[in-house]
């Protein structure tokens, strides 16, 4: 029994897919399954029940998995209990998950003043289609914190804010709508939206405003937040944006906020509560640090990129 066969069905249990599960772990499905053939001939017993439209443990396998997360934690609670150099220096490695956006417009920065002050400790970055996608890493083990919206849905994750971020939509300057300031979900039916991926970036809040009354025309869907800029600055279309992912030198794009209360979000590291880790206690202890004594505001208009550097008031 190896510990790469434990954390492949781990991975399968936690996302219900051998798909998901290889592309989680960065294998074939086919080693994937290998790897869970050769573990349930070793102990003689069916560990998966191989069904549409999920994967799910036997009873067998469920006590593989209980057995194996203890065996997970011991090995995790060695690596960080001797992650010290001889000079007391924490040193070790911090696996972070999150979205391109999430990395280019505000994590980038916490992990550059990181790296500034703890260099012994070595950042592995892993670039997730979604932040559910994220969070699924940290569940399966494969990553240690995972950065993007708090949701409170996983009793065993801890989730630190860091900051509440309003969302808007963006037009092109010389849209018809430019300038009139709040817009309603019926105004901008009438012309065609460019969405990110379901699942992804703003998808989930977009989908809920148009929900019941049917959506407008779709111009195009991408995980890019650049690529979604661009269309929507050559086009009628609107997109639903991260206040922080649109700069002021963008003179060709114009806000629209929705008729009612802000459309705001709270983001911010997730990790497992069971995990200990030093280099991941200093990470949050910075970014605590950085975003000040309650989570930071970032409205539409403020700069962005750097606003987790800068102590709110």
Known sequence: MEIRQLRALQAIADTGSFWEAADLLGLTQSALSHQVRQLEEE????????????????????????????ISLE?????????????????????????????????????????????QVELVFTATESAEQAVRRVLSGASDIAFGPLTGQ????????????????IVRSGHPLAGVGRVTPDQLRQFPIALFQPKSGTRPMTDAIFEGEGSPPVLTESNDAQFI?????????SALMVAFAVDEAEPALSWLRLEGPPLVADVGLIHK???????LELFKGL???????????????????????????
């Open 229 to 237: 800029k661009r269309m929507v600055s050559i086009s009628d279309a």
């Open 75 to 119: 090995i995790r609670s060695l690596e960080q209990r001797f992650a010290l150099s001889r000079h007391g220096a924490v040193v070790g490695t911090l696996r972070i998950a999150a979205t391109p956006m999430s990395f280019t417009y505000l994590l980038g920065n916490l992990c550059e003043a990181f790296r500034s002050q703890f260099p």
């Open 154 to 169: 996983h009793e065993s994750l801890n989730e630190v804010a860091l900051a509440s971020v309003e969302h808007a939509f």
């Open 287 to 313: 970014c605590l640090d950085l975003r000040g004594p309650r989570p930071a505001q970032v409205l539409v208009g403020d700069e962005p990129g750097s606003l987790l550097l800068k102590r709110r008031p």
């Open 43 to 70: 102990l003689g017993e069916t560990l998966l029940v191989r069904a549409r439209p999920r994967v799910y443990p036997t009873p067998a396998g469920s006590v593989v998995l209980e057995a194996g997360g203890r």
């Open 273 to 279: 509560k069971s995990v200990h880790m030093n280099a």
